[in-house]
């Protein structure tokens, strides 16, 4: 057995200074877990003023205004700020450990992660001391959300955390997948994952396609409030673009938060029901089939917005088959109930209660699904109940369950099983009194601060207010159990659940590294050890490296304050922007030049990813989400342009001249970046060097180019605000533009870099990564040309 | 079950929903019952009792990798069993759905605007008015709902009858009044702080009064 000879270099856990800047999993997923939590606690106080308000009919507890701004932030927050994080806390934590890793693939993006996470939550909040909080409710419909309807900056400020809330998604995205597909233990295939690993896997896959599509309507939204760009604010374009743009995240995004719970009680049943999962290949499949089907039902949000009976009527039908997934892994879950010998612990009690409420959930769903019922269900509460069954009964009560489960892994203490057994029985009945009633709300429409006596609504609205502080006071038991048992509870042990998954192998707390030596799995046996006899072969591998890896970084949390106050200073102008933005400047590349090393464990190299590299592998998947981004903002150019009735032709205002120069500048610019790849593996750092500057002028010019034509646009008219062709031209090639000027600050770091003499001795991975980079904002631009230019 | 009203037939359109809706409700007590009741049972016949330390064969083992198991056919089963259940549904939903985007060809229209925070009633006389939507009993109206400003819903709870009002669309709902009386018409998307109280009256009117009273106005 290998002992581990050097401590690792962090600072202890009782310094601030190891929270700040640790890149470290597991100290990452209790930021995420405790981060979450909090605003768990700030959504749940907004969702109980709510009830209390709506508690009697006629009542003036809170006013309209204040009504509708607890109501929208209550939704945000949860949905993005608590549920997914929480999830991502959890998979921070535990993935690794599952997978037998020793970290995530990119610990410092990780942090960076985190850490925009915090800052994005931060804008959020803020939001309420500007005015008024955003009060349109969660899917910020437009034209409300337009300047006209809502002139309070409070909005711009919410658009700007959700825009930042986006970015670390994006790469907290990157990260989990390059590690699932490329950390994995030697022969830990893609079957012997465990279900928490393989829900996590297929959330953040549908993360990477689904938010895009919110970034590019949040752009948009925050152009047309910041800038006066009119989008959504043109009927050509208004409330139908906003709910294609939001619904094709919004639909995805349920299932992005139910996921991971479902992968919760995945782990979990086993564990307590003392028999395997059953069904474990169809619940993966069901997973997989529903995230799929996901990304073909958003229509069903836009039933009776007077679209087409044919499409309602196909969007009526993949809305009905994407419950029979969910019926498999229903059917799948309770069998594995059958002759099982079941330990009814805390999280168990959480796991099967989540699936009976999610069964109601999904079946109140299929109500939903009917085209025909939705031209009454609709708006009413009847909606709010089903979906508060599906992510507060069917997710959050999941993943407390897990919360439970996890403890004393994460603790290495045991909580106190009789408060967690009250704290379930109160949530459970405390839930049902809260959200059954409103199934027989079903006049009563959403969102609205108050109804008369006359409708006979308040004695169900009384009821489901009492439900409300019932569940909400019951968490508090939660809170109290687990802070006293995490000083004074029980050494928990390795494995008090008589748990198979790898993350029980290690002690509890994991020590910094997870596992002395790499776990091996052969012939469905996992070898902990490489003690005599077994797989040596396999096992040296983890020996063999003994890098001095590196477990802190500054950067993140400076990058990430630093785009917190750029975002503030897009509000509030100089010089917090100015300011903001240089340290960003500075930020990003002491982040580039900062020698972090991290111990390579490409264990897993398979088909489609041999011989790929994990930072290419993530550029990759970077790329598809930002082919996404780009086929969200086209989407929103074509759907305008449809609608509007004219148009300008081809060559009346835009110059075809200055596109087609910049097409042709662009690339070459393609080219010199190939070149400059070419002349690295060749070793000769004069002709990369030469390449890479080439590069460089070609890129600034396609930007004057561009500059010099966007001041003629201005100049004669056709402004930001001058109408839809314009609104659309400006936007679309200024997000292309941005991602020009990222490209260009990165060539002039790379030329930096290799004036110092690097990529040059066979370290040309950088520059390559960047060329992909490159040519694709380049084909990006191959498809703008002919759209806004030529047609 | 949910509260459906008075259960007297108010238009064709509470006919409508009803009849679907208790179609989907009785399938759904059905199903929810079994599953549930389903899981109760399990989970009562196979809990830990205490009696044996004995663990089932198969039982988690750290080091090992869980056993496969699981049968296509449990889960086929399962999956036809639903799959009927819901084409029955979708075909159910598709003869309502029908029935609610197509009027009579005799219908009255009557033209509906939304605004920040009411709504404007336009008859074929020219009369206009922003309190009370009168119609006539027995004969169809279908209404042109437009809105002037955001995004709102118009809806008729005890009709069982929505249409989203969204500015640069015209969308189009009919209903039929089948008893005198009178209804709430509410908004059912936010738009604003004056949502809750965006709300008129819709009189359903014998239609020997309704013409009287239509015959007098707005001319």
Redesign the interface.
């Known amino acids: 057995m290998v002992q581990e000879t050097e401590k690792p270099s962090v600072p202890p856990a009782w310094s601030i200074k190891r929270w700040l800047f640790t890149t470290n999993h597991k100290d990452v997923g209790i930021l995420y877990l405790l981060t979450s939590v909090f605003f768990f606690v700030a959504a749940g106080w907004l969702a109980l003023l709510v009830r209390t308000q709506l508690g009697a009919p006629d009542n003036a507890f809170l006013n ?2 204040a009504y ?1 701004q607890a ?1 929208t932030v209550h939704g945000l927050l949860m949905v993005l700020w608590f549920l997914s994080p929480f999830a991502i806390g959890f998979a921070n934590y535990i993935v690794p450990l599952q997978i037998g890793a020793r970290d995530l693939a990119f610990p410092r993006l990780n942090a960076l992660s985190y850490w925009l996470y915090f800052f994005s939550g931060i804008l959020m909040l803020m939001s309420f001391f500007t005015g008024s909080a955003p ?3 969660w899917t910020l ?4 959300s337009s300047q006209r ?1 809502t002139p309070f900056l409070g909005l711009n400020v919410a658009a700007a955390g959700i825009i930042m809330m986006i970015a670390s998604i994006t790469v907290g995205t990157v990260n989990f997948i390059v590690t699932i597909v490329r950390m994995r233990a030697p022969g830990l295939k893609y079957k ?1 994952l465990p279900m928490f690993t393989w829900a996590m896997l297929i959330t953040i896959g549908m993360m990477l396609y689904a938010f895009p599509s919110l970034l590019a309507g949040t752009l948009i939204l925050f152009a047309d409030r910041a800038l006066g760009t009119l989008y959504f604010s ?3 374009g ?3 673009l906003w709910d294609h743009l939001f619904w094709f995240f919004g639909h995805p995004e349920v299932y992005i938060v139910l996921f991971p719970a479902i992968g919760v009680v995945g782990d979990i049943l ?2 307590f ?10 619940i993966v499949l069901s997973l997989v089939a529903a995230a799929i089907i996901s990304f073909v039902v958003w229509g069903h949000h836009m039933f ?3 679209i087409n ?1 044919t499409v ?2 196909l969007f ?2 993949t809305t ?1 088959a994407v ?2 997934p969910f ?2 892994i ?3 879950m ?2 594995t ?8 612990k805390a999280p168990v009690l959480f796991a ?1 209660g989540s ?2 409420l999610f ?2 959930g999904g ?2 769903g ?2 939903l699904a ?4 939705d ?2 269900l ?3 509460y009847w909606v709010v109940s089903h979906f508060h069954y599906v992510m507060v009964g069917g997710s959050a009560m999941a993943l407390i369950g897990g919360l439970y489960y996890w403890f004393p892994k994460i603790t290495g203490r045991m909580y106190n099983e009789k408060l967690a057994k009250t704290h379930f029985l109160l949530s459970f009945i405390g839930f049902n009194v809260l959200y059954f009633p409103m ?2 709300l ?2 009563m ?7 008369t006596a006359s ?2 609504w308040g004695q169900m609205n009384l009821l489901a207010t009492a439900g409300a502080w019932i569940f909400g006071l019951s968490q508090l038991l939660m809170f109290y159990n687990l802070f006293v048992s995490m000083k004074k509870g029980m050494p928990a042990g390795p ?1 008090p659940w ?3 998954t790898l993350e ?2 290690t002690s509890s707390p994991p020590p910094f590294h997870n596992f002395d030596t790499i776990p091996v ?1 052969s012939e ?3 070898h ?1 050890t490489n003690g005599a006899g077994h797989s040596a072969a396999l096992g040296a591998k983890a020996e063999t490296e003994h890098v001095h890896e590196t477990h802190t970084s500054t950067w993140p949390i400076i990058i990430s304050a630093a785009a917190f106050f750029t975002l503030l200073g897009l509000l509030m102008g100089f010089p917090v922007l100015q300011l903001a933005v240089a340290f960003g400047v500075i930020a990003v590349y002491g982040y580039g030049r900062e020698r972090f090393t991290v111990r390579h464990e490409e264990n897993a190299e398979s088909w489609p990813y041999q011989g790929v590299e994990n930072v290419k592998l993530g550029v990759w998947i970077f790329l598809a989400s930002e082919v996404i981004f780009f086929s969200a903002l086209l989407g929103a150019y074509i759907f305008v342009r449809v609608n509007s009735a004219t148009w300008p032709a081809a060559g009346q205002i835009l110059s075809i001249q200055h596109g087609a120069v910049n097409t042709f500048i662009l690339l070459t610019s393609s080219f010199t970046a190939v070149l400059a790849l070419v002349s690295a593996k060749a070793g000769s750092r004069k002709y990369t060097m030469l390449s890479l500057l080439t590069t460089l002028v070609l890129g600034l010019a396609f930007m004057l180019n561009k500059a010099s034509e966007w001041k003629e646009l201005i100049e004669h008219g056709f402004t930001f605000n001058s109408g839809l062709p314009a609104s659309s031209y400006f936007i679309t090639t200024g997000a292309h533009g941005v991602h020009v000027a990222a490209g260009l600050a990165t060539i002039v770091y790379l030329i930096i870099r290799a004036a110092e003499g690097r990529y040059t001795k066979g370290d040309s991975g950088t520059i390559e990564h960047f060329g992909l980079y490159w040519h694709f904002v380049d084909i990006v631009w191959v498809f703008l040309f002919p759209l806004f230019y030529l047609l | 079950m ?2 459906l ?1 008075n259960n007297i037939l108010v238009s064709n ?1 509470y006919e ?2 009803t009849g ?2 208790g179609t ?1 409700s009785t399938l ?1 007590i059905i ?2 019952a079994v ?2 009741g ?2 109760t049972y ?2 009562l016949r ?3 009792k205490g009696t044996s330390t004995q ?2 064969e ?15 056919k ?2 086929a089963v ?2 036809t069993l ?2 009927t259940i ?1 084409v029955f ?2 075909f ?3 003869g ?2 029908d029935n ?2 197509t009027p009579p060809k005799d219908a009255i229209d009557i033209k509906v605007t939304a605004f ?1 925070w009411g709504w404007k009633f336009a008859y074929p006389n020219g009369y206009e008015e922003t309190k009370e939507l009168r119609v006539p009993v027995g004969k169809a109206v279908r209404l042109i709902v437009v809105s002037e ?3 709102h ?1 118009f ?1 008729i ?2 009709y ?5 009002a ?8 009919w209903f039929e009044a089948k008893q005198p009386g009178e209804f ?1 018409i ?11 109280f965006m709300k008129a009256k819709l009189v359903a009117m014998e239609p020997g009064a309704f013409n009287a009273w239509y015959s007098t106005s707005g001319a």
């Not at chain 1, 419909?141 to 409300?144: D, Q, R, T």
């Not at chain 1, 009917?370 to 019922?373: H, M, Q």
């Not at chain 1, 429409?445 to 109804?451: A, K, S």
């Not at chain 2, 509410?186 to 809750?196: P, S, T």
């Open positions: 309209s205004s509708n109501v009060d349109g409710g419909y437009s034209p409300l309807y012997h043109a009927p050509e208004g409330a139908i086993p564990t029901t003392r028999r395997p999962l059953y069904g474990k290949k169809y009776i917005t007077g009976p309602m009527k009526n039908i009905v419950s029979l019926d498999v229903t059917i799948a309770i069998e109930l059958v002759r099982a010998k079941i330990r009814l099967i699936i009976a069964v109601i079946i109140t299929v109500f009917s085209v025909a019922l031209f009454q609709r708006g009413t199934y027989l079903l006049d429409p959403r969102r609205i601060v108050t109804y409708t006979g494995n008589q748990a198979s029980w192998a799995i469905g046996v996992v902990l | 949910p509260d009203g359109t409508t929903f679907l809706f989907f759904a199903v929810g599953v549930l389903l899981m399990l989970i196979y809990r830990d663990e089932p198969d039982a988690p083992t750290l080091g090992k990798l869980p056993a496969e198991r699981g049968k296509v449990t889960i399962s999956l639903s799959t819901l549904l979708v159910g939903t598709f309502a759905l609610i985007l920040q400003d955001v995004f819903n809806g709870y005890d069982k009858i929505k249409i989203d969204i500015k640069g669309r015209t969308n189009h709902i709430t509410q908004c059912y998307e936010l738009c604003g702080i004056g949502h809750a």
